[in-house]
């Protein structure tokens, strides 16, 4: 076995070094008038680098030279260059770098920010498989969904080896499905409930591409290790679920009145998301017990899901409660390009895909449209995009200079920026940490600290004012 994975590796090995060689001979051609023969800079940007801006890793590459970078000199070259041209170009820019662009990066202890230096802690550096959710209990636990189907305890920052047993199964091979967000009823502390959302099947988890699903909302009782008393909340009829579906969502939040909010994405269905009687690419508000809110817009409208607060919604991954207004701001993945910060308004139009600032991943329009009567502008508008995700406005009394300041995190630009809002306006933004990992949810803790959930590498980090 180990001969046969050695060999492959080894074909594998040559066939890269040769598809550099050709990719050599492409870029000369096509490429060093701009950014210099060695890769060194020219007129653009020099390609041997550490710090990689628009997203790292061979598939980041490979799409910037495609379709080009939106917003910037970056022309697209998938109309001169074949695929096939394209990769090798990626394998000979991968090949010069000496540190390899995927290279797990060292997290900082310091992280200098215009208002404070700020102290990081990593808590949990092993035993995570892609973490999407933190919700803390109290203040010495904590609990985290993993991607692949599990739910953990952490305690005073350590992770606790014995996952949450008797969870429901899910799409643990998907791409973007699997178990997503968590969250605490209002009145946790008296009654325990926990709710999540997941990717659900009625038919074999694993069989992903033909077996219908849609998101499904649980909640339930944690008692040690056991999952108990669950109840679903949220969960459309099988004539509703899709097979092959994409971009599931999905992040909860409970607001201070005790609604609860979920999103799910278009799940590559992009027109559904228009219509109110199929439940992608939409913003649901129900109540603790997974009851409707009588005032709901779409009650008692023939064929509406009840349950709908929004419509024209991609992919909303990251829903936040500002502190003093109580609107609902919520982060939006865009295609390529066009990443939003929106203000939920009950029954609002967010456009999807009639209206939108980007293109599709294939280069393609759209649409030609950003504005329509009767359709949402966004509040913030990010292109190219960053994959923005998770939202958190800061509370508490540790970062008085960020109060009720919006953070956000962005996945493939691996970014974590401060949003400070006037009004409804975003007038600043500071990137606080970037190129370390995936971002994947924010929370301020019972102690006032900012815990980070990072993928690529699955880490938990601790970050407060440091001295």
Known sequence: MRLITFTLLLILSIATSVSAQEGAVIYKSYCAGCH?????????AKLIKTDWKYGRGRDAIFRNIKYGIPSTEMIKWGGA???????????????????????????????TT???????????????????????????????????????WMVDGKLDSVPIQGVPKTYSQHTTGGYMDIALDPAFPRNGWVYFAFSHTKGNPADTNKVAGMTKVVR??????????EQTLFEVPDSLKISGGNRWGSRLMFDKKGYLYFSIGDMARANDSQNPGKPSGKVYRIHADGSIPKDNPFVGKSGALAAIYTIGNRNIQGIAEHPVTGEIWATEHGPMGGDEVNILKKGGNYGWPVITYGVDYDGSVVSKET?????EQPVLVWTPSIAVCPAEFVTGDLFPKWKNNLLVGALA?????????????????????KGVGRVRDLKIGPDGKL????NEPDVVLRISPGK
Do not use: C
């Not at 074949?82 to 310091?110: G, L, Y």
């Not at 102290?119 to 010495?140: A, R």
């Not at 504005?371 to 359709?375: I, S, T």
């Open 36 to 44: 210099g023969a060695q890769l060194q800079g020219n007129s653009a």
């Open 220 to 229: 339930g009782k944690i008692k040690g290790h056991q999952w108990t008393e």
């Open 371 to 375: 504005k329509k009567e009767g359709m």
């Open 451 to 454: 815990f980070v959930l990072l």
């Open 114 to 152: 215009k208002e404070y230096t700020l102290k990081v802690e990593k808590l949990v550096t092993t035993g995570l498989h892609t973490p999407w959710g933190i919700e803390f209990v109290d203040s010495h636990r904590a609990l985290i969904t993993e991607r692949t189907g599990a739910i953990r």
């Open 81 to 111: 260059l074949k695929d096939e041209e394209i990769r090798a170009v990626v394998d000979f820019i991968v090949s010069a770098q000496e540190v390899p662009p995927r290279t797990i990066r060292p997290i900082p202890d310091r992280l």
């Open 413 to 433: 630009f691996e970014e974590i920026r401060r949003l400070v809002i006037v009004g409804n306006n975003v007038t600043e933004q500071e990137m606080i940490m």
